[in-house]
């Protein structure tokens, strides 16, 4: 077994030499998805290893999560490909000016370096992170999760395959052997090594990661996504924004976990809420939606009785907290104060309440009249993401390929003192 | 006394006003200047108690970085009103899609909200930071050195009358009033309220604000700065290059402290290098440079032995660490394993190593026959700076407004859903 401080040895050993060039990391891109499907016997054989070793230890859903199938490596695979069509975020110059001494500065985006990465049990999670790492000129360590192993250690033998044949060494994305609880620690204080960590998963590996680490981190993922329906909103299409942003997809963080309802519009709300989200989805043979109620929208509909606790939870599944407030000052205060600043929309036809929504939410997505959902990636034009930043340093909101680098001034000169 | 938690509840409050309007932050700047200039009196009989206070427990050089005067005060007016004209990196838009699904997309800057600053005794960082927040229309809490805390105490006094002439609240920029070490401490914990602290001062201090925040915290302005002459430099430019970036302003971060000499040129270079800084200087009335050699140039010039540890530290003095290495390959490995990542510069002829030395040394500013000097705000063009970040993530060298902002993802929609 390889070490990690050996497997961090080999990763700033590469990032030393310099980025490959453009065509060479695109050609690598496809050549990784090559290789994955060349493997999918392989794969797909040792995915059933870590299914058979998980079965009764972790959820259905968790089950779900960490399953490949034909379909889903074909998704991977894709996933490079899709890398390959998009601009090259190295070596771009964001600033170029001409000093009044006639020094030339440019400022120009290059890669952090070694990029780590901190997962559960996706096994995609490990080639689309290797394929946004090669393709910003980056180096690459992943960790996953235990239970996820024996799938992303051929996955990563597969993609390493891909990088020789273009040419590349196969340092350039490593996964990490220990697996224990130690590996996870020792990326996080190998400062120094690593230039970026990305933590990627539930609540309780990112706040591990943001409160022990002492290399840089962003943090993502998490999201009590609120909407508010305002007085004036469009009763229908917001049944409809709001069904959307809770049960299109409850699991991801960019659903809805909080409905906020103006007050003078909740008697004539709340009824066609409940009938759409709870009897006809049932009816449907859609899973119903759980509403938790405040006190005041127990007068209106029936559901159960909300608690505090409600309020600050990402649920990640079919229920929904609901709250009655005055105005959209006091919609905006409640998000303030219990807002993951993921996505926030409000449902109007009040363009001043609109305008105050935006301005005064400080999220990472702000929306106006559309569902939650489209924070993403692909959805905003970055083609791919790497998660969704809910900070504010660095990169907010989805990470596409410019998340993953960094700045360098670069200034010529012929002899300049000051 | 206000507590810490005084301050921030009402920097909060005040963060969740509307951004002002451009006009509006630019009349607060005038006036902010114009108040420092009528105080002028009330502001040098403050300093004079703190420097009273400060003789006999402080250093020379301190006791002059605590030092104000009329100069010194113009200084920091005009720091002011020559924010004036600089953009507004306010509501700036990055990005502008409108998606396949009719949604409108915009990326847009937008303040980071309460930024903190802990720093040292340098009375015009008051003024300097306060003015920078003001224009990125956030809110500032400052929480200077206890040496300098009457002077800016008054300083402070002085900018919130400026804000209230131009109708902005006072609370826009606070000064902590706790001068024990929790106050910092509280500053670094503030999480939720401090959306970024930005520490200036001396290595101990960043050092115990990186290690210890749990807010956002940027690095900055620590610089073991290198120059390396390789075999091809002019020689005659390079004595002039060297001397300027060390001896210009020894105490600053972009001064230079380890210089790194090609085997094939040390023998011609060294005694041009060691009569400039040393005899010439010594003759000229000037403070002459302590050259701290390796043992290859031992054997060329006069001068102390250097220790390991000469290599790893910041001087800020006149002192000069000095290694001759085999060639560029090995400068850059020097570079890699002593640098603060701040400045760097290479003096050659050869474009091949210059390229080199560019793309492989991961420092913010990398510098091709110029002095390392040039590392500043104003030289580079940003019109002004709040120091140096020295970390790869949000900003990368001389940090301007921009560095002070975050981005918003601000979504116009009709109903849509994914």
New interface residues.
């Given amino acids: 077994m390889k070490t990690t401080q050996e497997i961090l040895t080999a990763a700033v050993l590469e990032k030393?030499q310099?980025?490959p060039a453009l065509a060479q990391r695109n050609e690598a891109l496809m050549r990784m998805a090559d290789c994955l499907l060349e493997d999918q016997e392989a794969i797909l054989a040792a995915n059933q290893q870590d299914l058979h070793a998980a079965v009764g230890s972790v959820s259905e859903v968790m089950l779900d999560r960490l399953l490949l199938n034909e379909e889903r490596l074909a998704g991977m695979a894709a996933g490079l490909r899709a890398l390959v069509p998009l601009p090259d975020p190295v070596h771009r110059i964001l600033?170029d000016?001409q000093?009044e001494k006639g020094?030339h500065?440019q400022?120009e985006q290059v890669p952090?370096?070694v990029v780590a990465m901190i997962y559960e049990s996706r096994p995609n999670v490990t080639s689309d992170a290797a394929g946004l790492i090669i393709k910003s000129g980056n180096v690459g360590v992943l960790r996953c999760g235990r239970e996820a192993w024996q799938s992303a250690s051929v996955i990563v033998r597969s993609l390493q395959r891909g990088l020789q044949q273009a040419g590349l060494h196969q340092q350039r994305i490593q996964l990490i052997e220990d697996r224990t609880r130690q590996s996870s620690l020792d990326l996080m204080k190998a400062k120094g090594s690593v230039?970026?960590l990305l933590p990627r998963g539930g609540a309780g590996l990112i706040q591990a990661v943001v409160?022990n680490a002492?290399v840089?981190v962003?943090e993502t993922g998490t999201g009590i996504c609120h909407i508010f329906v305002d007085d004036s909103a469009?009763l229908q299409?917001a049944v409809?924004?709001v069904?959307?942003?809770k049960c299109?997809r409850p699991s991801t963080c960019n659903a809805e976990e909080v409905l906020l309802v103006h007050q003078a519009i909740a008697p004539a709300f709340l009824p066609l809420l409940q009938k759409r989200l709870v009897e006809e989805r049932r009816k449907a043979g859609q899973p119903p939606v759980e509403l938790r109620l405040d006190e005041a929208s127990q007068k209106i509909i029936p559901g159960t009785p909300a608690t505090e606790e409600d309020f600050h939870t990402e649920f990640l599944d079919y229920i929904l907290a609901v709250h009655v407030v005055a105005d959209v000052e006091e919609a905006i205060a409640h998000i303030?104060s219990h807002s993951t600043h993921h996505s926030e929309a409000i449902l109007t036809q009040n363009s001043r309440h609109a305008e105050l929504f935006?301005?005064?939410v400080?999220?990472?997505?702000?929306?106006?009249?559309?569902?939650t959902?489209?924070?993403d990636g692909g959805?905003?034009?970055l083609g791919c993401e790497l998660g969704i930043s809910t900070?504010?340093?660095?990169a907010?909101?989805p990470m596409g390929l410019d998340a993953l680098c960094?700045?360098?001034?670069?200034?010529?000169?012929?002899?300049?003192?000051?």
């Fill in positions: 030393q310099p980025v600033r000016t000093s020094l500065i400022l952090f370096g230039d970026l409160q002492e840089p962003i469009d299409k409809q924004i069904e959307n942003a299109s303030a935006l301005n005064q400080d999220s990472a997505a702000v929306y106006v009249n559309a569902s959902r489209f924070t959805e905003f034009g900070q504010k340093m660095h907010r909101g960094t700045t360098k001034w670069i200034i010529h000169g012929s002899g300049q003192i000051r």
